[in-house]
T-cell receptor, first 112, second 112 residues
Framework: GENVEQHPSTLSVQEGDSAVIKCTYSDSASNYFPWYKQELGKGPQLIID?????GEKKDQRIAVTLNKTAKHFSLHITETQPEDSAVYFCAATSGGYQKVTFGIGTKLQVIP | EAQVTQNPRYLITVTGKKLTVTCSQNMNHEYMSWYRQDPGLGLRQIYYSMNVEVTDKGDVPEGYKVSRKEKRNFPLILESPSPNQTSLYFC???FGTGEKLFFGSGTQLSVL
């Protein structure tokens, strides 16, 4: 089955700096790669996603890049703000988008 | 308001006492799924359902049962809970597949 590795597990940045979280996947058939943000005491919330036929996608301060050949994808957050502090999960879907495999999560702390 | 509702939010039980965690969504989603979240392991998929009466195993289905008799409800059943099922559980739904998941607020289960 699919295996998703995510790193780093924790990340501290100064407010205004950029943050990058990286994930690799094992199943070359995976074709949808979402990122979820989980705030304390809440369920994960989708923040951005990318399909395998696209190399990069941006939404304001966040962007995701995908390298299908190397089987890795990354989340980029620019101009970080304290409210960006949360746990971020990457995921990969396979089996016709039915099975979803998550990474272990990255705890991002933005220091004011 | 569009939402996924899980109940209860917190549950403490003893080994072997059957329990059910309910999940309901009001978005007319076809796809529903259950995950458990454990430190250092991220989110792991337990079961998913593509539609009424259609369910399939995720990565960690042992010790769990599900049913999908109505489109809006997807209960998670632990027939004989054990301490290794102590975890934070999330229900999620989406329109047709595992894309763009909407998560509930979670159920913290402790099995003594």
């Amino acid at each position: 089955g699919e295996n998703v590795e995510q790193h780093p597990s924790t990340l501290s940045v100064q407010e205004g700096d950029s943050a990058v979280i990286k994930c690799t996947y094992s199943d070359s058939a995976s074709n949808y790669f979402p990122w979820y943000k989980q705030e304390l005491g809440k369920g994960p919330q989708l923040i951005i996603d990318i399909r395998s036929n696209v190399g990069e996608k941006k939404d304001q301060r966040i962007a995701v890049t995908l390298n299908k050949t190397a089987k890795h994808f990354s989340l980029h957050i620019t101009e970080t703000q304290p409210e960006d502090s949360a746990v971020y999960f990457c995921a990969a879907t396979s089996g016709g988008y039915q099975k979803v495999t998550f990474g272990i999560g990255t705890k991002l702390q933005v220091i004011p | 308001e569009a939402q996924v509702t899980q109940n209860p939010r917190y549950l403490i039980t003893v080994t072997g006492k059957k329990l059910t965690v309910t999940c309901s969504q009001n978005m007319n989603h076809e796809y529903m799924s259950w995950y458990r979240q454990d430190p250092g392991l991220g989110l792991r998929q337990i079961y998913y359902s593509m539609n009424v009466e259609v369910t399939d195993k995720g990565d960690v289905p042992e010790g769990y049962k599900v049913s999908r008799k109505e489109k809006r409800n997807f209960p998670l059943i632990l027939e004989s809970p054990s301490p290794n099922q102590t975890s934070l559980y999330f229900c999620a739904s989406s329109f047709g597949t595992g894309e763009k998941l909407f998560f509930g607020s979670g159920t913290q289960l402790s099995v003594l």
